[in-house]
C-alpha cells in the first residue's frame, strides 16, 4: 500500500460519484439500454464476449448471461434455471459439485460490524477464512481484508500505515492492527457512481453487486473512499480443491475476468442465521456481528457502551462498519 492510497479529499470522492451519476442518468434516458451504454463507453465487443475457459474461471459472461434480465427482474424460475446453469457449468469446468442458492433479507433484520482494535493481533487469520469462504483466488491476488499496522503513539492514521509487515512477528510491540473492509455504507457513494444499476444496497444494509450486470467501467472503484471494491483483471484462478461449493448468487459464485467484486458480510451464511467466516477465523474474538435492531445484539451492546468511530467520517458515507477501543 502507498503511503498516500487513502489521502482523498471528501469533495474528490463525492463530487466524482456525483459526476458520474448524472452521466448515467443522462446516457440511460437517451439510449434506453445497458447494451447501447457499453457501447458508448467502448466496452461492449469485450464484454459481450463468449464465454472461453482457462484455469479454473471463466473470463467473461456468456451471451445468455449479458442480454440477461437486471437481477431485480428475475423471477423464482429464471433464477432457478440459471442457478442451475451455474452449476452445471462449475461442474463442467472444474469438477466441483456446488450449490448456488439466493436467500433474500430477513424482514426486519439490519446487518452491522464491529470490531476491538485492542485484541486485534494482526494475525490475517481473518484474511484467509474470506478468502476460502468466498472463492477468493491467489493468481491474481485478490483479498476483500488488508489488515493495516499503526503505531500505538501516533492514533489511528490509515495513511501512515504499513500492510505489509511480517505476520510471523505479531503482534509487534507499540503496534496495532485495524482490518479494513467494504464498509457496508448507508450512503454508499459506490451505487451513486455505477451507471447501469449494477450495485445497490439491499433491506438488510449489505451493498451488492449483479455480476452478470457490471460493465467493468470501474466507476464504483474510483468511487468507494475504502478502496473495498476490486476489479477482476483476468479471470479469477480458483484450483478446484479450494472451491467452496456453498456459494451464494449475489455473494461467493464465481465471477468473470472484467468485473468488480467485493466483500458482502457472507450472505450467503449471514441470512442463514450464521456469522461471517473472518469472524469465526479470529483467535482473539476481536470481532462482533449482529441485528441493529434487536436490542440483545452484540453490536448493539457495543454502539450504547463503547466509545466507536467510523473511518472516513467526514464523507458522510455512513458505514456500518465501527471500531472501537475496550
Not at 447494451?35 to 467473461?60: D, E, M, N
Not at 485492542?118 to 490475517?124: D, L, Q
Not at 469462504?133 to 500505515?161: K, T, W
Request: glycine residues 6%; neutral net charge; hydrophobic residues 35%.
Amino acid at each position: 500500500m502507498s503511503k498516500n492510497e487513502f489521502d482523498l479529499e471528501p469533495d474528490q470522492i463525492l463530487s466524482a460519484a456525483e459526476r458520474v451519476q448524472k452521466l448515467a442518468e443522462t446516457r440511460l434516458a437517451e439510449n434506453g439500454t445497458r447494451r447501447t451504454f457499453l457501447k458508448i463507453l467502448g466496452l461492449g465487443a469485450a464484454t459481450a464476449a463468449t464465454a472461453s475457459v482457462t484455469g479454473c474461471g471463466p473470463t467473461a459472461p456468456t451471451s445468455e448471461e449479458f442480454f440477461r434480465e437486471h437481477y431485480k427482474k428475475l423471477g423464482p424460475e429464471d433464477k432457478k434455471r440459471i442457478f442451475a446453469k451455474i452449476e452445471e457449468e462449475t461442474l463442467a469446468r472444474t469438477g466441483v459439485e456446488t450449490h448456488v442458492s439466493d436467500p433474500p433479507p430477513i424482514d426486519g433484520v439490519e446487518f452491522a460490524y464491529a470490531l476491538n482494535l485492542s485484541v486485534c493481533n494482526g494475525s490475517r487469520r481473518c484474511v484467509e477464512a474470506c478468502a476460502r469462504e468466498n472463492n477468493l483466488p491467489d493468481d491474481p491476488e485478490i483479498r476483500y481484508i488488508r489488515v493495516l499496522e499503526m503505531d500505538i503513539d501516533g492514533g489511528v492514521r490509515v495513511d501512515d500505515s504499513n500492510a505489509y509487515y511480517d505476520e510471523a512477528k505479531v503482534p509487534a510491540k507499540k503496534k496495532f492492527y485495524l482490518p479494513v473492509q467494504c464498509q457496508q455504507c448507508d450512503n454508499p457513494p459506490c451505487v451513486r457512481a455505477c451507471p447501469v444499476q449494477a450495485t445497490w444496497k439491499e433491506p438488510d444494509g449489505i451493498v451488492v453487486i449483479d455480476y452478470s450486470w457490471c460493465i467493468g467501467c470501474r466507476f464504483c472503484v474510483v468511487a468507494c473512499p475504502y478502496f473495498a471494491r476490486h476489479f477482476n483483471f483476468t479471470a479469477p484462478n480458483v484450483p478446484p480443491e479450494r472451491i467452496n461449493p456453498n456459494q451464494g448468487y449475489l455473494s461467493n459464485r464465481p465471477r468473470f475476468k472484467g468485473v468488480v467484486e467485493k466483500c458482502t458480510f457472507c450472505l450467503h451464511r449471514t441470512r442463514k442465521g450464521r456469522m461471517p467466516a473472518c469472524l469465526e477465523a479470529c483467535p482473539t474474538g476481536a470481532r462482533k456481528f449482529g441485528n441493529l435492531n434487536d436490542p440483545n445484539s452484540d453490536i448493539r451492546k457495543i454502539l450504547e457502551t463503547k466509545r466507536v468511530y467510523v473511518l472516513k467520517e467526514e464523507l458522510a458515507t455512513l458505514p456500518r462498519f465501527y471500531y472501537y477501543f475496550e
